[in-house]
């Protein structure tokens, strides 16, 4: 790739924004390898959060899953599993961190909007304004079983909940004035009287009636991020969100048409059209030369997809059990068995799996592969394999033209996965002009070069309040 | 009386255990939600020898107008200090009246992941009416109904805790397994107002179980490991420890210490011109710091430990730290934590068995 005139590009001064996705349950990280170190021990969570503030990253993000995987009622044993409390860890390494933004993946559906709310604050205290909260809203009943409400909440009420839940809690967040707690030692009282509202809200999902028990960050909010495809989904981001955390991170006519979708989106929601930062889910595989990093994509993918694995994904495609075939073997002669999906393992089954095992087919014998080789082939294709300086070249055009705002990166190593991208990558952005050389702000939402929250910015009450 | 040396912990909470304490703080009402403060009261509590420091909370303000309304939440507030300290065991208060047992037990598992092995958990009570509004939760109405939140909650926490075994993790590279399946247990717990089915998201904590502490006319004795037990005075305290069939009893105790500037009566007296601190039937000393070494050397053999609650910490734990701590240490009176031991092993308490690996064990043995 060439480089491109700064001139000839639609957002020449864009810059690239990183954060790092410290997988839970998943098989892209790879737990056989030597190198592979503990998915639970704090050191491995501290490690990866020091290597992407050294990277200058903008945060460091953990998802949430509420129940362990199952697959066909047994609990799924090939993937990563077994992960600590995001809100916890986050804190915890508020404690070990100075800049890098924290951000929790929390569940809509299975909190209370006020206590969900306190504890976000506290995280946003404890680390001076690097808190985030990536909005999420499992649904089904099955995850229910593990809550005093159980699978309560109908699909369709999902984004509903999520939205009057943000209401509450910017309503919760918004309570305290700035500078309300005073700020000499011999005040008279505590709080300067009237400082704190108290919340009152009556909605069909929530009936509140509180004095919110914290004060604004110096980010004002935590910063709101979205992950979810559906158009309900992408509308609720640009109603409510800061970031999204999509999964058009691989190709760049998607990429963009994504973007493109979701800044139209933001306009007709009466945002700026650059109100919203799009960083998709990557995975980042870098060597010397084009042939070396196409070897240990080679590598890092038979890592991944463990003859188990392969089977256990074509198992979940076919709808059958193929534990006992040969993944180094042909694809199976069998039809597709079509069934409602259970949720048990956390995603919706394929739609149309007849055509998919039908499309499978004809590529496989085309290219000869066994069944393994056809699941590596064509699963989900995953981010950018290359050298440093190509790497930088695709990624400064990407975000120079629009499809991107940057990358959630996902190591398939723990805790050194970083390393190579933060050592070779990032100084070869920062030469081509679209990557930070310095950290110029404290808070998430200044790395993130966003406008202050959205509820501050209607009225000029609120404006005038939150900057100091 | 004479007995095994004392464990000591310390409430810190707000500015001190009096609700107008932050009057006599040595910072302004705003750095107290700070993570400065959060750090620097955890290490003087670290450094002056505690084996536990406890944090209060609730899901409404701590106090009212004109006194501290402001509280971070205690599980963050703990993780954060576990990750900045390294021998004190760490114990956030978390009730269970309407809180998700699933994800209390998520928290608090990770708690002990973060801290190594040196979290503990206070159980609480939401007691306020306006707090099942909060939760959106019906009211959980008078004493009894609370403790029969607590005590399936409790339990069903704990059955999480135990749902994965220890080495569940197998990271088989033969058989391209991470997890041992037969090693992971629906805990299928079944109480009066929920239900849950596991098993946890969160491996089992390296103490086994968090260490649990609460009052026993709150949570089932059989339940806790550390019975906080009260008393005004050294008979009621007595009493109540040898009647709690728990583990370990520690004693609640209120402290006001003499300072160089001010003595402890005239320090309770200032503050109790703007709020009355609040009869909660404890010991209370005022006086002297050799008087409340004298105190607690008499509590040794009536319980295994103290939890102190210092009027106002700015002024308190400095004088704990440099004139009580250092008297019973030096005696061995009291012992200081043992830099890398977890908890558990602080309190002498075992680590507890696997229920569930237990039961596959003796299964397995039977149909031998
Ligand atoms: C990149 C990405 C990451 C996600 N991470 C999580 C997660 O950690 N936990 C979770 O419960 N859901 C997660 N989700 C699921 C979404 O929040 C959402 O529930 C799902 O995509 C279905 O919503 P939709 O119909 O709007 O797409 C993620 C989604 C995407 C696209």
Do not use: C
């Not at chain 1, 490690?47 to 990253?57: D, I, N």
């Not at chain 1, 690097?130 to 699909?155: I, K, M, P, Q």
């Not at chain 1, 918004?174 to 005073?182: I, L, R, V």
């Not at chain 2, 247990?185 to 260490?211: C, E, L, M, N, S």
């Amino acid at each position: 790739m060439t480089r491109t005139d700064p001139l000839d590009v639609p957002r020449p001064d864009a810059r690239l924004h990183f954060g790092v996705f410290f997988q839970g349950v998943n098989h892209w990280t790879i737990w056989s390898d030597p190198a592979s170190g503990s998915q639970i021990d704090p050191a491995s969570f501290r490690q990866v959060a020091r290597t992407a503030e050294r990277g200058l990253f903008d945060a460091f993000f953990l998802g949430e899953g509420l129940r362990l995987r199952e697959v066909d009622g047994r609990i799924h044993d090939l993937d990563v599993a077994g992960r600590p409390d995001a809100l916890t860890q986050l804190a915890a390494l508020a404690a070990v961190t100075d800049r890098i933004g924290l951000v929790s993946t929390s569940n809509t559906t299975y909190n209370e909007a006020p206590d969900l709310a306190r504890r976000l604050s506290g995280l946003d205290l404890l680390s001076e304004g690097r808190a985030g909260w990536n909005v999420v809203t499992t649904d089904n009943a099955w995850t229910g079983e593990n809550f005093r409400r159980g699978g309560y909440l109908d699909h369709a009420d999902r984004y509903t909940r999520a939205e009057e839940f943000l209401t509450v809690a910017r309503a919760l967040w918004d309570g305290w004035k700035d500078g309300a707690t005073s700020g000499s030692p011999g005040a008279s009282t505590w709080a300067a009287p009237g400082a704190v509202r108290q919340v009152r809200h009556q909605g069909r999902q929530f009936d509140v009636d509180l004095a919110p028990t914290l004060p604004r960050s110096a980010q004002g909010h935590p910063v709101i991020f979205q992950a979810g495809d559906s158009a309900e989904g992408r509308d609720f981001a640009a109603r409510n969100a800061d970031v999204i955390f999509s999964a058009h991170g691989n190709e760049f006519d998607d990429a963009l048409a994504f973007a493109e979708d979701v800044r139209g989106r933001l306009v007709a929601a009466g945002r700026p059209e650059d109100d919203l930062r799009i960083l998709p889910g990557t995975e980042i595989i870098i060597g010397a030369t084009e042939e070396e990093a196409l070897e240990k994509k080679r590598w890092i993918r038979l890592q991944q997809v463990t003859p188990a694995t392969a089977l256990g994904i074509a198992g979940l495609l076919w709808n059958r059990d193929f534990s006992d075939r040969d993944a180094d073997g042909p694809l199976p002669k069998e039809d597709p068995v079509v069934a409602e999906n259970d949720g048990s393992f956390g995603a919706r089954r394929i739609a149309d799996p007849r055509k998919v095992v039908a499309e499978w087919r004809e590529k496989a014998e085309a290219g000869g592969w066994s069944l393994r080789e056809t699941v590596i082939a064509l699963g989900p294709q995953r981010g950018h394999v290359g050298t440093p300086a190509g790497l930088a070249d695709r990624f400064a055009h990407w975000v120079r033209h629009g499809a991107v705002d940057g990358f959630n990166v996902t190591p398939y190593l723990i805790p050194d996965g970083l390393d190579d991208i933060v050592d070779l990558l990032v100084p070869e952005l920062q030469e081509r002009g679209v990557y930070r050389t310095e950290y110029t702000g404290t808070t998430l939402r200044d790395h993130l070069n966003l406008r202050e929250p959205l509820t501050h910015r209607s009225s000029a009450d609120h404006r005038s309040e939150i900057t100091r | 009386m004479s007995g095994p040396a004392l464990r000591l912990a310390v409430e810190l909470d707000g500015d001190g255990a009096h609700p107008a304490a932050w009057r006599r703080a040595a910072h302004a009402p705003d750095h107290l939600l700070t993570p400065r403060r959060v750090a620097r009261v955890a290490a003087a509590a670290e450094n002056a020898g505690f084996t536990l420091l406890t944090l209060d909370d609730g899901v409404l303000p701590p106090g009212a107008a004109p006194d501290t309304v402001g509280r971070i939440g205690a599980v963050e507030r703990a993780a954060f200090i576990a990750a900045s300290t390294s021998v004190v065991g760490v114990a956030p208060v978390v009730p269970l009246t309407y809180a998700e047992p699933f994800h209390v037990s998520s928290q608090l598992a990770s708690l002990d992941h973060i801290s190594v092995g040196r979290a503990g958990w206070v159980v609480g009570e939401e007691t306020r009416p306006e707090a099942a509004r909060a939760w959106g939760r019906p009211l959980v109405d008078g004493a009894a109904a609370r403790a029969g939140e607590s005590r399936d909650g409790v339990e069903a926490v704990r059955a999480l805790w135990d749902s994965w075994e220890d080495d569940a993790v197998i990271r088989s590279v033969a058989t391209s397994r991470y997890l041992d399946r037969d090693r992971l247990h629906y805990v299928d717990f079944t109480g009066d107002t929920f239900t849950v089915k596991g098993p946890a998201i969160v491996p089992r904590p390296p103490q086994g179980q968090v260490v649990v502490l609460g009052h026993p006319d709150l949570v089932p004795a059989g339940q806790l490991d550390v019975a906080l037990v009260t008393g005004r005075d050294l008979v009621a305290v007595a009493t109540a420890s040898a009647g709690a069939g728990t583990p370990r009893t520690f004693a609640e105790v209120e402290v006001a210490l003499d300072t160089a500037h001010a003595t402890a009566e005239e320090r309770v007296g200032d503050l109790e011109q703007h709020a009355p601190w609040a009869d909660r039937g404890r010991l209370r000393h005022i006086g002297s710091a050799a008087g409340l070494a004298a105190l607690l050397e008499r509590l040794r053999g009536v319980v295994d430990g103290v939890r102190l609650h210092p009027l106002v910490l700015d002024e308190d734990l400095p004088e704990l730290s440099r004139l009580v701590l250092p008297h019973l240490f030096e005696r061995r009176h009291a012992v200081r934590p043992l830099p890398g031991a977890s908890l558990r092993t602080q309190l002498d308490l075992e680590r507890p068995a696997n229920r569930y690996a237990v039961a596959a064990a003796r299964s397995g043995e039977e149909t031998r």
